[in-house]
């Protein structure tokens, strides 16, 4: 089970602009069955609402961050959150997505964002780690690195099958990158 949340739309019944509600449209429980029931719940929510900019990822990011933050307050704590945004837009909301992932770096969580189409994605090289640390708007610097943003339009040049394997193999490779900071930082050696 998958909970799946959309971002930037205008939602029924009153078609107020919202930057994090359940695809299904359930918001006591957005989970959905799958990969085919993320994707049927996808299909059947497009005809239903009106995709509306900006592009503000920041409430979304929150929302994950209270689910895992709730998990390190349980007694197993056994859970990792990683949270997966496709976007075709520029993030709009830059400042409060900072600041929202500095606050997750804390947690169990990776934030992976995936850019789908042409857009220009340059401001979102901030986001991820790779070229230096990540700081809040107020100067505070994430704990570790749990951002990795993607182009997908990178992939375009192989094969349609390979396009997934590859990109497969990076998810998994910085996910997985990023789970074993978090359990070193969790979990110091004594």
């Known amino acids: 089970m998958f909970p799946v949340y959309g971002f930037g739309a205008r939602i029924p019944p009153d078609y107020k602009v919202s930057h994090d509600f359940a695809i299904n449209f359930n918001e006591d429980n957005p989970e959905c069955a799958g990969i085919q029931g993320v994707v049927e719940a996808y299909q059947n929510c497009l005809p239903k609402l009106q995709l509306y900019g900006p592009t503000n990822i920041a409430p979304i990011i929150q929302k994950v961050a209270k689910s895992a933050s709730e998990e390190t307050n349980t007694k197993e704590a056994s859970q990792y959150f990683i949270l ?90 910085y996910t997985g990158q990023q789970f074993s900071s978090y359990v070193l930082v969790k979990f110091p050696k004594s």
């Open 84 to 173: 997966l945004i496709l976007t075709d837009g520029v993030i709009t909301d830059m400042a409060d997505t900072r600041e929202a992932i500095v606050h997750a770096s804390h947690l169990p969580m990776s934030v992976i964002i995936v850019g789908v189409g042409n857009a220009d994605f340059s401001d979102m090289q901030m986001l991820d780690g790779d070229d230096g640390i990540l700081r809040s708007p107020k100067g505070e610097p994430v704990l570790r690195d749990i951002v990795q943003f993607v182009p997908f339009r990178n992939f375009k040049h192989v094969r349609l099958i390979w396009n997934f394997v590859v990109f497969g193999e990076r998810f998994y490779f």
